[in-house]
């Protein structure tokens, strides 16, 4: 298939085109640790449901070296992609866009031959977020990979609010907590980048705490011993994250209760106050959906999951509803919605036809 940008069919006129720079709130990065909880699914799912808010969206795949996202939207090979921009072919993000069957939904391809660039060097990455942060959209939902490489905790560093996607599975909570700490590390570190002496006692907490309880709290009393401003800032700066946990494909209940004694030993030992942004269940229609390279919110709008995924975006992200199409937590509506976008003249199939020319 030729990967050219897909066509767009919903000519109504844009009445989202409000602001210019994605505001600061409006940087969405979606991260969670373990390989294949749902990252690249959430991200792509969400941001089809904030388009169909009527939200001016950016979908960036920032897996470098495992992109994938572009499959949701039928691009086997796309013809644009980060890469590009990263390598400096393309002097802006914007031209290595591409276009979805919504028109408020674009999208920038992670590119395939990143594979071994997951530390990319410091300057490239500072380009990087900053023209993240300078693209013309109300949300940029960033989906990021697996591990904590450098690029992963600094991309989801971007927000204080950015998503963790977990599963119930204890592997997931462990490496959900370990990246949730990385994320804590490397805030200070680059924080205290220029003040070696508080600089040193992190890594010196950060090698050791495997032997103590390892209580980040420990960590600030340490500092205050050494630089009292450095031990106020530290704490302060992690109070504002506030990185919010999704747990998806839910079984039952009893999972439900795990995420919330998770969050307490995140607070407990990492003092970073998670919120709970909501829950996914597993769900067939997902991987169904996936196959046939469609996300599932436009794919099967009425399934199960895709009625969780309304729901973390009215609810779990305190989306406002700019169109005010719908009450704030009636996400069957939502349904209602992309099932007529999906109805529309064909779109979604005709928008698959145009990508294959
Ligand atoms: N709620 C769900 N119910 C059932 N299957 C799901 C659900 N969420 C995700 N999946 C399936 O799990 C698999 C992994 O999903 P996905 O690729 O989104 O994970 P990921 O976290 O992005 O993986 P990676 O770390 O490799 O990038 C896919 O086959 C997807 O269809
Ligand atoms: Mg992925």
Known sequence: MSAQPVMEHNTAPDRTALDSKVPEKGVIPVAGGKGGTGKSTLTANIGVGLA????????VDGDLGGADLHLFFDQVAPSRSLSSFLTREASSLKDVMLSTSHQNLKLICGGNELIGTANLPFLVKEKLMRHVRGLEADFVVL??????????????????HGLVVCTPQPHARVDAYGFIKNVVYRKLRRAFSRNKAVLDRIDHFARTSGRRSGRIRELIDELAAVDVGAAEQAAAD??????????????????????????????EYLSVSMEYAGYVRADINIVQACERRRPLLLDNPGSPAAQDISSLVLNGLGVADRLQRFGPVNDGKMADIARAHTRASGTYECAREGARK
Not at 52 to 59: A, C, M, N, S, T
Not at 143 to 153: I, M, P, R, S
Not at 250 to 255: C, G, H, L, M, S
């Open 143 to 160: 989906d990021l990979g697996a591990g904590t490489a450098f690029n992963t905790l600094d991309l989801f560093s971007m927000s204080n």
């Open 238 to 267: 992690l109070r504002c994250l506030r990185p919010r946990l999704v747990l998806n494909q839910v079984r039952n209940r009893r999972q439900l209760e795990d995420a919330g004694r998770f969050i307490r030993l995140v607070e």
């Open 52 to 59: 169909l808010l009527g939200y001016r969206v950016i979908l």
